[in-house]
């Protein structure tokens, strides 16, 4: 299967260059501050930018729920594009049930903007639903908003 | 989880150098000679030796039979080990339903022998005893003769 069938797909133009964008997708200290829909927060994360590293983020609740999730980086093009996956955890070792792979890309817009694409892929129609119930577009949607606010500001 | 619960794992001494075993794996004129128990044979294979490079066989058997593998690279360090998998196509798609990650580790054993290393390691029980009763240990093993084989005389 090599269409899109099971992808879930947020486009958007943000108003802030594609550098600011691709910092604070790959400096932690700046992906913590916008990754989660508030109150949610990011109290830990890693993001190594190398094929087979790691990608952790650590998710917490105003109730204190815990989320943490584990994968690694399956490609990256500096400034264009990031892709990884829960489906491994770092050494390719298959972990648990695979959710999806996550790509990210970037392209200038003109004017310091940039169109985002974020788009989530997975293995069946089943798991593609249960990602939209859960979700997908209002909170992905709530993340992109809070990335744009927090890369104008770099 | 990290641990090795769902691996099938097959180890041998090769009487054959590293250096040879290596090439057996990595050049597909190579392969094709060694990779399926005789009477199956490949008709055509690549083997790109980066991660998201694209892993292929075709299989056929005695009456007819095709069966075609697609996968990805996921880490390549040359001499020494090659892990691939069919949970991605390439460009890094998510394909079908995923049945392994598959890791080939060799080392000098001395005396121009090798230790070999095919490990096959799948996302759930249920997968592993799957590929365990359709053959994993004797196809894998007769494959490894083969493997030998070609290998010395090299």
Known sequence: MSDATNDLILKRILDAPR?????CWTE????????CPKPWYVSDSRMELWPGGEVMTVMNGPDGERVENLGVMLEVVPGE????????EPGWRPAGRPFMAASVT???????????????MHWTP???????????HVGWG?????????ARKL
């Open 28 to 35: 932690p200290e700046l992906l913590r501050q916008w990754f």
């Open 106 to 120: 970037l392209a200038d817009a003109g004017d310091g903007q940039t169109h985002y694409e974020a788009r989530a």
């Open 19 to 23: 550098a600011a964008i691709w910092r």
């Open 81 to 88: 594009r990031l892709i990884f996956t829960d489906a491994f």
């Open 142 to 150: 709530i993340a992109a908003d809070q990335l744009e606010v927090l």
């Open 126 to 136: 089943e798991v593609k639903a249960e990602h939209e119930a859960m979700g997908f």
